[in-house]
């Protein structure tokens, strides 16, 4: 009797066992869905622009007065250039934007670029095919040619951001100086969010 008891015993536990199992990880990886879908979509410090009146037929999210980027200014969109676009948020976003035609690998010709800059130490936050994030760390070599600045720690983020709208490859990117982290990551996001008009 008691041997009966055992055996259903453990066959219940083992018919238990793993679909605890299964639950816990299908749990986690909602958990860890939604988390993603939160990083990627939470835009409500952020204001739809529709960039077809400058030319490209595109919205992009940008920080509005609440985001904390130290400017209340409305967006202004400049077009110096035919293929050259800004867009200027106060004095502490400033997003550059290129047309570059059909050209495809503009990001692994950007970490190469990088990867020459002997004076700088690259630290990649985001390493995506369409899109870097990175830290980048002065580097003294020299001491005796050394600039007034040796000693002092000097490091500042960069974005750099490629996406295809109705099949022109554009390149949006930081400046060349960088940004303070917040700020990058919220270019990150503005750079995330240029999609299509049209959706495709």
């Not at 990627?40 to 204001?47: G, I, N, T, V």
């Not at 503005?190 to 495709?200: R, V, Y």
Request: proline share 2%; charged share 35%; with cysteine.
């Amino acid at each position: 009797m008691s041997g009966k008891f055992a055996f259903k015993s453990l066959m219940l536990l083992l018919l238990v066992v793993p679909g605890f199992f299964l639950s816990s990880c299908s749990n986690e990886e909602e958990d860890k869905k939604k988390k993603e879908d939160i990083d990627l979509e939470d835009y409500y410090e952020f204001q739809v622009m529709d960039m077809s009146k400058y030319g490209i037929d595109a919205y992009i999210h940008l920080p509005d007065e609440t985001a904390n980027i130290g400017a209340s200014t409305k967006p202004e969109v400049s077009h110096p250039e035919d293929h050259i676009w800004q867009i200027d948020i106060g004095q502490n976003f400033t997003l550059h934007i290129e047309d570059m035609a059909n050209i495809k690998d503009n990001i692994k010709e950007e970490k190469k670029e990088l990867k020459r800059k002997e004076f700088f130490k690259i630290k990649y936050l985001i390493d995506d095919e369409d899109m870097i994030l990175y830290q980048r760390e002065l580097v003294v070599k020299g001491s005796d040619r050394a600039a007034s600045t040796v000693g002092v720690e000097h490091k500042s983020y960069h974005v750099f951001g490629q996406k295809t709208v109705d099949g022109i490859t554009y390149v949006l990117e930081s400046r060349e100086e960088g940004y303070e982290k917040n700020i990058i990551e919220m270019m990150a996001k503005s750079i995330k969010s240029f999609k299509p008009k049209s959706g495709k």
